[in-house]
C-alpha cells in the first residue's frame, strides 16, 4: 500500500517566478492538507481539500493557491515567489478531513534564489 | 486561538537513561492531540492520536498521556535510533482536521 507520496523531492527556484508542488493521498484517504515547514519550526497549515474544493484556510497569501483532482490527488501552486517561500511543504493526506490520523510524505524542499 | 507549546527544546539523554516530553495547549474543544515523530529532511511519522483526558496509548518504548492542559511523551530506556524531531499536534473544535503544531523537540540519545 503506497503511502502518501510528493514530487520533486527538491526544487529551486528564481525569486518572482512560479512553482507547482504534486501530491497523491495514502490509498482510501480523500482529504489532502498542505503545511508550510521552515528550518526548526514546526509545520504551519497552508489550506485544505476535500471533495475538491478548498475547506479550510491558513494564515497565507493568495499567491499560494491549490487545487484537489477527482482521483484525490492535489497540487499546491505559489506564485510571485519570495526568498522566504524557501521551505519544506509538506502533504498530510486523511479519511474526512476531520480528527483522524493524518498521514505525511517526505515533502518537497523548495529553495528560492 | 488555538496554540500548542513544547518543552524542553532539545534533550539530550544517554541511551537507556528515561524521560518525558512535554506538550502544552490551549484550545476551544480538543477533537484530538497528535504526536509524530521526525527524521532530518523527512515527513513527520504519525505515533499517536489521544481524544480525552486520561487516555493513553503505548508503542515499544513510547508512551503518550493526556490530560486537559498537558500531554507528555515517556521514552523509556531510549536507544541511539530514536533520536528525531517529536511533534505535537492538535485539532481543535473548529476544524475540519486542521492540524496545530508545536515546534518540536529535539531528542537526541547518546549510545
Known amino acids: 500500500d503506497a503511502g502518501v507520496t510528493q514530487s520533486p523531492t527538491h526544487l529551486i527556484k528564481t525569486r518572482g517566478q512560479q512553482v507547482t508542488l504534486r501530491c497523491s493521498p495514502k490509498s482510501g484517504h480523500d482529504t489532502v492538507s498542505w503545511y508550510q515547514q521552515a528550518l526548526g519550526q514546526g509545520p504551519q497549515f497552508i489550506f485544505q481539500?476535500?471533495?475538491?474544493?478548498?475547506?479550510q484556510r491558513g494564515n497565507f497569501p493568495d499567491r499560494f493557491s491549490g487545487h484537489q483532482f477527482p482521483n484525490y490527488s492535489s497540487e499546491l501552486n505559489v506564485n510571485a515567489l519570495l526568498l522566504g517561500d524557501s521551505a519544506l511543504y509538506l502533504c498530510?493526506?486523511?479519511?474526512?478531513?476531520?480528527?483522524?490520523?493524518?498521514?505525511f510524505g517526505q515533502g518537497t524542499r523548495l529553495t528560492v534564489v | 486561538e488555538d496554540q500548542v507549546t513544547q518543552s524542553p527544546e532539545a534533550l539530550r539523554l544517554q541511551e537507556g537513561e528515561s524521560s518525558s516530553l512535554n506538550c502544552s495547549y490551549t484550545?476551544?474543544?480538543?477533537?484530538?492531540l497528535f504526536w509524530y515523530r521526525q527524521d532530518p529532511g523527512k515527513g513527520p511519522e504519525f505515533l499517536f492520536t489521544l481524544y480525552s483526558a486520561g487516555e493513553e496509548k503505548e508503542k515499544e518504548r513510547l508512551k503518550a498521556t493526556l490530560t486537559k492542559k498537558e500531554s507528555f511523551l515517556h521514552i523509556t530506556a531510549p536507544k541511539p535510533e530514536d533520536s528525531a524531531t517529536y511533534l505535537c499536534a492538535l485539532v481543535g473544535g473548529t476544524s475540519y482536521g486542521k492540524l496545530t503544531f508545536g515546534q518540536g523537540t529535539i531528542l537526541t540519545v547518546h549510545p
Open positions: 484550545v476551544s474543544g480538543l477533537r484530538g
Open positions: 481539500y476535500y471533495e475538491e474544493e478548498e475547506r
Open positions: 498530510a493526506s486523511s479519511l474526512g478531513g476531520g480528527n483522524t490520523e493524518a498521514f
